[in-house]
Protein backbone atom coordinates (compact mmCIF):
# COMPACT_ATOMS: atom_id res chain seq x y z
CA UNK A 1 0.00 0.00 0.00
CA UNK A 2 1.52 3.60 -0.63
CA UNK A 3 2.24 5.56 1.85
CA UNK A 4 0.34 9.67 2.35
CA UNK A 5 3.70 10.73 1.50
CA UNK A 6 4.46 9.03 -2.09
CA UNK A 7 0.55 9.40 -2.96
CA UNK A 8 0.98 13.43 -2.58
CA UNK A 9 4.43 14.16 -4.55
CA UNK A 10 3.05 11.41 -7.26
CA UNK A 11 0.13 13.59 -7.40
CA UNK A 12 1.72 16.82 -7.43
CA UNK A 13 4.34 15.76 -10.13
CA UNK A 14 2.03 12.92 -12.04
CA UNK A 15 -0.67 15.67 -13.11
CA UNK A 16 1.90 18.05 -14.53
CA UNK A 17 3.71 15.28 -16.00
CA UNK A 18 1.32 13.81 -17.46
CA UNK A 19 -0.18 17.11 -19.19
CA UNK A 20 3.90 18.06 -20.17
CA UNK A 21 4.09 14.28 -21.90
CA UNK A 22 0.28 14.86 -23.70
CA UNK A 23 1.26 18.43 -25.16
CA UNK A 24 4.79 16.51 -26.46
CA UNK A 25 2.58 13.46 -27.58
CA UNK A 26 -0.11 16.19 -29.42
CA UNK A 27 3.08 17.83 -30.88
CA UNK A 28 4.54 15.05 -32.33
CA UNK A 29 1.25 13.84 -33.68
CA UNK A 30 1.19 17.14 -35.46
CA UNK A 31 4.69 16.68 -37.30
CA UNK A 32 3.83 13.16 -37.87
CA UNK A 33 0.69 14.22 -39.90
CA UNK A 34 3.17 16.73 -41.68
CA UNK A 35 0.24 19.47 -40.75
CA UNK A 36 2.91 22.73 -41.02
CA UNK A 37 1.92 26.40 -40.21
CA UNK A 38 2.65 26.91 -43.70
CA UNK A 39 0.19 24.29 -44.69
CA UNK A 40 -2.27 25.38 -42.25
CA UNK A 41 -1.92 29.23 -43.50
CA UNK A 42 -2.52 28.10 -47.23
CA UNK A 43 -5.53 25.93 -46.42
CA UNK A 44 -7.14 28.97 -44.60
CA UNK A 45 -6.00 31.32 -47.64
CA UNK A 46 -7.79 28.71 -49.79
CA UNK A 47 -11.19 28.39 -47.53
CA UNK A 48 -11.35 32.35 -47.06
CA UNK A 49 -10.95 32.65 -50.86
CA UNK A 50 -13.31 30.39 -51.45
CA UNK A 51 -15.87 31.85 -48.64
CA UNK A 52 -15.28 34.93 -50.38
CA UNK A 53 -16.20 33.63 -53.93
CA UNK A 54 -19.73 31.81 -52.29
CA UNK A 55 -20.44 35.26 -51.10
CA UNK A 56 -20.20 36.68 -54.37
CA UNK A 57 -22.24 34.04 -55.72
CA UNK A 58 -24.86 34.83 -53.46
CA UNK A 59 -24.88 38.51 -54.18
CA UNK A 60 -25.19 38.20 -57.70
CA UNK A 61 -28.23 35.48 -56.99
CA UNK A 62 -29.95 38.10 -54.92
CA UNK A 63 -29.82 40.44 -57.51
CA UNK A 64 -31.12 38.19 -60.12
CA UNK A 65 -34.10 37.49 -57.59
CA UNK A 66 -34.99 40.94 -57.34
CA UNK A 67 -34.70 41.61 -61.50
CA UNK A 68 -37.10 38.65 -61.21
CA UNK A 69 -39.88 39.52 -59.13
CA UNK A 70 -39.37 43.26 -60.39
CA UNK A 71 -40.62 41.72 -63.50
CA UNK A 72 -42.75 39.32 -62.23
CA UNK A 73 -44.02 42.11 -60.24
CA UNK A 74 -44.18 44.69 -63.88
CA UNK A 75 -46.28 41.91 -65.32
CA UNK A 76 -49.06 41.94 -62.56
CA UNK A 77 -49.44 45.36 -62.83
CA UNK A 78 -49.92 45.49 -66.29
CA UNK A 79 -52.35 42.51 -66.45
CA UNK A 80 -54.65 44.57 -63.99
CA UNK A 81 -54.19 47.79 -65.70
CA UNK A 82 -55.49 45.94 -68.87
CA UNK A 83 -58.43 43.70 -66.93
CA UNK A 84 -59.21 47.10 -66.00
CA UNK A 85 -59.05 49.19 -69.33
CA UNK A 86 -61.06 46.16 -71.01
CA UNK A 87 -63.87 46.05 -67.91
CA UNK A 88 -64.20 50.03 -68.72
CA UNK A 89 -64.52 49.65 -72.52
CA UNK A 90 -67.47 47.60 -72.34
Known amino acids: MIDKGTLAI ?3 FGIPF ?3 AGGIFL ?15 Q ?9 QEIY ?9 VEALETI ?3 RERIGKERKATNETNF
Do not use: F, H, P, W
Open 56 to 64: QGLLRMEER
Open 18 to 20: VAI
Open 10 to 12: LLI
Open 43 to 51: RQAEETKLI
Open 27 to 41: KALKILKGDTSQQSK
Open 72 to 74: LLD
